[in-house]
């Protein structure tokens, strides 16, 4: 329910139409998920989509589950998102959009390098916040 409210639509997908959902937002050459685990549990996802081969970007993101947040875990599944950008051939910089009233991710973002654009854009009444890490000095 809490990563939802972070989501345009709130709406509860039984596992065959998130499935079938899911099969239609990725494309295996420009898009990556993985499940991250602790202890044998799933505490998160972290994501690579979007990878530009010929630019060398990627937009990057992580969510960690609600049951594990407020241990540290975001900063780790981010830079993990981040590495696997890097280790995929997103060598010249790594973007993302964030609700702007999520501070948490915010703090996460701008800790690891992360500048506001100034790009903003609205889905649904939310607005949204472009960030963007330059790679190449």
């Known amino acids: 329910e809490d990563t939802r409210k972070w989501l345009g639509n709130g709406e509860v997908l039984d596992m065959k139409d998130h499935v079938r959902w899911f099969d ?19 505490i998160g996802l ?7 081969h010929e ?3 990627a937009c990057v993101g992580a969510d960690v ?25 997103a060598t010249r910089a790594l973007y993302l959009w964030v609700f702007q009233d999520n501070e948490r991710a915010l703090k996460i973002y701008e800790k690891a390098g992360f500048k ?12 949204y916040i472009h960030m963007l890490k330059s790679l190449w000095v």
């Open 24 to 42: 239609t937002i990725t494309r295996p050459d420009v898009d990556t998920y993985r499940i991250a685990c602790c202890d044998g549990e799933d």
């Open 116 to 127: 506001r654009t100034g790009q903003e854009k609205e889905i649904r009444s939310r607005k």
């Open 65 to 89: 589950f609600s049951k594990w947040r407020g241990r540290g875990f975001g900063h780790l599944l981010f830079k993990a998102s981040c590495d696997l950008a890097v280790s995929k051939g």
């Open 46 to 52: 972290l994501r690579v989509t979007r990878l530009d």
């Open 55 to 57: 630019q060398k970007t």
